[in-house]
């Protein structure tokens, strides 16, 4: 049987300024998943001027950064895991990219801080009080989420398809993401969309 090609509708653009209840959530934009890093993403790196210029000009009332923050020692990490050590709490690595430009108010949610944790869902993450992520994006009023960053196809992924399921709007902001395998990423769009996420556009 013939399957029909994944069609979708033209990506959306964020009004400007952004609405209230309409916040931007960045998914690991850290040394370390950029250029010279333990875990380099390809093009990680160009997601940087696509975010400064989107928080510039949509000013959202809430921004959001999840950050791995992984113990020195952990199952994610090979021999018994998939990656090379990276984002190690307190390294430089772990260290947002130094380029990218968050408002001073932002709520940075730490993620993977357990030996057993892999940590790729945003949502598994704590802010500096101890606060679960949806527990906080419901008490700051956010119903729709601009979401994007490194790497698409692991914890971009991981992170859109847990906002589907707790019930967030979610805009795949596709600029400003990067994956690590081509295939992989094209997948994770792919099942998003179909979980009802909705592709976004910056220029
Ligand atoms: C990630 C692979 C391993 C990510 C984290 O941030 O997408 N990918 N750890």
Not at 147 to 174: H, M, N, P, Q
Request: proline share 8%.
């Amino acid at each position: 049987m013939e399957t029909m090609a994944f069609t979708s509708p033209p990506p959306v653009l964020p009004a400007t300024p952004l609405p209230s209840g309409e916040a931007a959530l960045i998914v690991d934009v850290q040394r370390d998943f950029c250029s010279g890093g333990a875990l380099a993403v390809p093009e990680g790196d160009a997601v940087v001027p696509v975010w400064n210029a989107f928080l510039e000009r949509s000013r959202p009332q809430h921004v959001y950064a999840t950050r791995d923050w992984h113990p020195a020692q952990s199952r994610h990490f090979l021999p018994i895991g998939a990656w090379p050590a990276h984002c190690v709490a307190g390294t430089s690595g772990a260290e947002f990219h130094p380029r990218l430009r968050l408002p001073p108010s932002t709520v940075i949610f730490s993620k993977g801080t357990g030996v057993e944790e892999e940590g790729y869902d945003g949502f598994e993450g704590r802010d500096e009080q101890g606060a679960q992520v949806a527990e906080r994006l419901r008490q700051d009023g956010v119903r729709r989420l601009w979401i994007g960053g490194l790497a698409t196809d692991y914890c971009v992924r991981a992170t859109a398809a847990s906002a589907l399921k707790l019930g967030f709007e979610v805009v795949l902001l596709l600029p400003a993401m990067r994956g690590i395998d081509a295939e992989g990423s094209r997948q994770a769009l792919e099942d998003l969309q179909r979980g009802g996420a909705i592709l976004g556009h910056w220029s």
